[in-house]
């Protein structure tokens, strides 16, 4: 097998990975807080709620983010293709 072959085969088996993760866990760790749910204000170093997570500890993942950004947008296409074939009628 080529070097090619082999680095292609890795990089859809991560992507695979990937897709399987943002579909079974799509929250992931907040990365600002480390999952803590709170952060340091820069004044006087107190801690509040993170704006991040909002104090949730968890984050949407990204390709989460861009499914839900591509199945919204096509929801909303098809709603619209609906609603002007009905007025169409």
Do not use: Q
């Not at 968890?58 to 296409?77: E, F, P, Q, S």
């Amino acid at each position: 097998m080529t070097p090619e072959l082999i680095a292609t085969l890795i990089l859809a088996a991560v992507t695979v990975v990937y897709v399987w993760l943002c579909w079974a866990l799509p929250f992931g760790r907040c990365r600002w807080c480390s999952a803590t749910g709170t952060a340091k204000t820069l004044i006087m170093r107190r801690l509040r709620s993170c704006r991040m997570c909002g104090g949730s500890r968890k984050r949407l993942r990204i390709g989460r983010r861009i499914y839900n950004a591509v199945h919204n947008a096509n929801t909303d296409a098809a709603r619209a293709a609906r609603a002007k074939n009905r007025n169409a009628s």
